[in-house]
């Protein structure tokens, strides 16, 4: 399908990040949500954890940069056939990348059903 637009897709992505719990929203220490269009590497990947997980910090990481959540919209849109679609794979998405942040791998995420 055609690129959702930019606007409509970074709705789909907040209302994503409404649906995860405040108790776990609340524990997103230093992490910032990004949409980008495709990641220059690889530009397949639906979405990107850049940093360091709750359970790798050490007492060293206070005034760190903060962690990105990359969510790339032209990737998503390639791999749904409507905006439904691509309101679904963005909280797979978004839930699965918050996932990398408490330090859940992609075996654990998997056996969870999150793809």
Known sequence: MRPVPVQRFEELVADALDEVPPELMALLDNVVV??????????????????????ERGWDHSGALPDRIMIYREAICDVCEDEDQVA???????????????????????ALGWG
């Open 88 to 110: 679904e794979e963005v909280t797979v998405t978004v839930v699965h990348e918050i996932a990398h942040h408490f330090g859940i791998d992609d075996d654990k995420l998997h």
């Open 34 to 55: 990004l949409v980008e269009d495709r990641n220059p590497d690889e530009p397949d990947l639906l979405g990107l954890y850049e940093g360091y997980a709750l359970t």
